[in-house]
């Protein structure tokens, strides 16, 4: 018989072998189960250990102002929360109930409009709810509001599983001016970071930058953020806009626009030398009677000008030669039939101005002076005057970089196979001449004038300066130079000459200033209403006054415009009164005087100072510069404002000596501090008793009376 017996030990090979199938069927069979069934379940808890690709935003840019001033930035704000699951999880329902008064007591020091007893009712009911999203407060709160809540506690642990506590981040857009230029600056749509307007909208993707990318892992229960791309913050753009130009223009025509009750208002400051545009200030009456910016009529508003529009009328027949400053132009009683159509001059019920020469119907604003003088000499060639007003610059398309900005419309005349004029009638250019059939922005009508403001040199409105990125320029953008010539030397002359007598002899005369020329045209007209025409009951009136100062070195140039309805409606008497206040304000900003100028070379130079305590008097004169000389005995000739005399061209102050032994009056100490007071009056021999703080308002003894051994005085202070 074998020692081993095999019949023994082979069945117990095959039991093994035989669990060991069982087990790799179970382990396929798991397996088949888990790519099928259980697909879903295991693919849930690999996302919430992982997050591959998230997207992060970057820092957008600011927007400031030429001088650097921010006017629009992003700050973070934030929207707080409770997880109370998360907190009864992890165990820390205990200590969340036992610092509930304390947590309460900490919210109602930061929010005081809620009371410690509300935010605990209030907390608690989230608590009992057993809410994974309760929210602390409703609104958004900034980072430092955001950091006195982290410290509280339970709110102070930073694992949002253990304490509950999670927030939302917001990257908010502010603007610390407010409303200033706000249709110019731009407006974003809250939380979606997206832009809405103006150069927010414009800039966008310079001020956005480029987002990163980051995925998240669980290591050890915690998640951790690794970034794959970082995000590239935007650049900060900088702006032409003046803050203090700006608010002043704003308030200047806000004040006017509640005067006389306007409808719409808009101001442009714009430098001569560079077409910087400074200032720029759009605003809405709104339903409840306030004044917004609510659109950029500035650059967007196709509106017929008016009279402003006479200027480039003028210029043009001078420009050509057709007339001189001296050539004359009848008028009439102020009513003239132009090919059938009456015009009327703003006088035509007093008789009208008859002849005029050719400066005074800008001076007078005539319509029919102009209209005339135009009709006569382009009647037969209205695209030769179509031509010189292009050449101007009034069409030019300033390609501006605001969305909703319209260039100019100024239609040209055109013929037809057979030499006839296609949609153009016989009172086109008349009515044309004078700021009617044609389509022109403000910003168009402000960039014509400060081309004449700047002898002809027509420059791009330039709304941003350069785009910087940490500190560094990453783009210029220096003034350009659209024309150099917008007509000839001598025209340029001649207009600015007539357009400060308009202001100092014309209809423009509340534009001006007693300070420095001013030199511009008003503009008042009857405005379109579409389809119906102009209306004569409610009518509404486009009121401008655009021109440039000082006339005879131009700095800036601004256009004022007021849409309103009904009379009383001038042009000169609202919007020049608007563009009066804007240029004595901006003129007042800019002066810069000597202080040496101011010095009155017959008055006393020395300081006034009370007399009283002599040390620290010496200690802040000698401080000051002045130099104490001749000495002084602790003595001081009081009654006198002034101690000593002044020794010409010298900082030198001399006391006169005098023995105060000899003076028996009491003295007055009114206004005095009380340790000079005190010790003026015990210099007298006087016992002095203070009642109250501050400066004496009052004295138990009269000035001047005759002191007596063992007098007190009170002094009453305040």
Known sequence: MSKFDNSKIMPRYSVIAIIMSLIAVAVIGKTIYTMTAGRSYWMEVAASQKKDSVSIKPTRGNILSCNGQLMASSIPEFKVYMDFNALKVAGNDTAFIDSINYISKGLNNIFPEKSASYFKQYLMEGYHKVSKHWPIWNERIDYNTFKEIQSLPIFKNENKNKSG??????????????????????????????????????????????????????????????????????????????????????????????????????????????????????????????????????????????????TASIMTALDDGVVDTMYTVQTGPGVWNMYGRDMKDHNWTRGGYGTLTLPWTLKYSSNIGVSRIIDLHYHKNPEKF????????????????????????????????????????????????????????????????????????????????????????????????????????????????????????GLGKKAGSDKFLVAGKTGTAQMSKGALGYKTGGTNYLLSFAGFFPANNPRYSCIVCIQKTGLPASGGGMSGVVFHHIAEGIMAQSLKLNVTDARDKESILIPTAKTGNLLATDYVLNALGFNITNGWNGSLPFGNPIWGKTITNSKTLSFQKENLSKVHLVPDVHGMGARDAVYLMETHGIKAIIIGRGRVIQQSLAPGEKVKKGMRCELRMG
């Not at 320029?473 to 001598?490: F, G, M, R």
């Open 165 to 310: 506590f999670h927030w939302d981040k917001f990257n908010a857009r502010r603007r610390p001016f407010g409303s200033l230029a706000q249709r110019t600056i731009g407006d974003m749509f809250g939380a979606k970071d997206t832009a809405r307007c103006g150069l927010e909208l414009s800039y966008d993707s310079i001020l956005r930058g480029t987002n990163g990318i980051i995925h998240r892992r669980k290591v050890r229960n915690r998640f951790l953020n690794i970034t794959d791309t970082p995000p590239v913050d935007g650049a900060d753009i900088i702006t032409t806009i003046d803050v203090s130009m700006q608010d002043l223009a704003e308030r200047a025509l806000i004040d006017e626009l509640k005067e006389i009750n306007g409808n719409v208002g808009v101001a442009i400051v714009m430098e001569v030398a560079t077409g910087d545009v400074k200032a720029i200030v759009n605003l809405d009456k709104c339903s409840d009677g306030e004044y917004r910016e609510v659109k950029n009529h500035a650059v967007s508003d196709l509106l017929e000008p008016g009279s402003v529009f006479k």
């Open 386 to 505: 179509v031509q010189g007003i292009y050449d101007l610059g009034l069409a030019t398309d300033f390609h501006i970089p605001i969305v909703g900005y319209s260039p100019a419309r100024i239609r040209m005349p055109r013929k037809n196979s057979r030499g006839q004029y296609v949609n153009w009638s016989a009172t086109a250019l008349p009515w044309m001449s004078i700021g009617y059939e044609t389509q022109i922005p403000p910003i168009s009508t402000i960039a014509f004038y400060n081309a004449i403001a700047n002898g002809g040199k027509l420059m791009q409105p330039r709304f941003v300066k350069q785009i910087v990125k940490n500190g560094e320029v990453i783009y210029d953008n220096p003034p350009k130079v659209l024309k150099e010539h917008i007509a000839k030397e001598s025209t340029i002359k001649q207009i600015t000459r007539i357009l400060t007598e308009v202001v100092s002899e």
